[in-house]
C-alpha cells in the first residue's frame, strides 16, 4: 500500500480502532463474555465512518474486509436481539461465536495486509 502512515492523523487512528476491535473479539471468543458489544459497536462505526470515505490506498484496499466487519457485527446485534431470554440459547452462542470468530478473522487479515505482523 502506498500510503504514508507518519503524520497521516486518521489512518493512525484507524490502526488503533483495528487493534482494539482485534482485542474486543478474542476477548469475546476467549471469555464468551458480550460485555464488549457497545465497545464493538462504537469501535466498528468509526472504524466504518474513517474507511468509507478514504480514497488512499490503505482504505481502499480493505473495502472486502470492512464489510465482513460490518455484516458479522450486525448479524451479531441481530442474533443477540431475537434472543429470547436473558442469557443467549445455545443455537444463539453458537451463531454470536461464529459471527465474532469472521470478525476477529476480517481484522487479522487487515493487520497482514498493512504489514503489521
Known amino acids: 500500500m ?3 502512515l507518519e503524520g497521516n492523523e486518521k489512518l493512525q487512528r484507524f490502526i488503533r480502532l483495528l487493534a482494539d476491535l482485534n482485542h ?3 476477548d469475546m471468543l476467549r471469555t464468551g463474555n458480550t460485555k464488549h458489544l ?3 459497536n462504537a469501535t466498528v462505526e468509526e ?3 474513517i474507511q468509507h470515505v478514504g480514497e488512499e490506498d490503505a482504505y481502499t484496499a480493505i473495502e472486502e ?3 465482513s466487519i460490518c455484516m458479522n457485527f450486525n448479524a451479531l446485534v441481530a442474533m443477540m ?4 431470554h436473558d442469557t443467549p440459547d445455545a443455537a444463539t452462542s453458537v451463531a454470536v461465536k461464529k459471527f465474532v470468530r469472521n470478525i ?3 481484522t487479522v487479515r487487515i493487520v497482514h495486509m498493512y504489514g503489521l505482523a
Do not use: G, L, R, V
Open 81 to 84: 436481539k431475537s434472543n429470547d
Open 104 to 106: 476477529f478473522e476480517a
Open 65 to 67: 474486509e470492512m464489510q
Open 24 to 26: 474486543q473479539s478474542a
Open 38 to 40: 457497545t465497545e464493538m
Open 47 to 49: 472504524m466504518y465512518s
Open 2 to 4: 502506498a500510503t504514508e
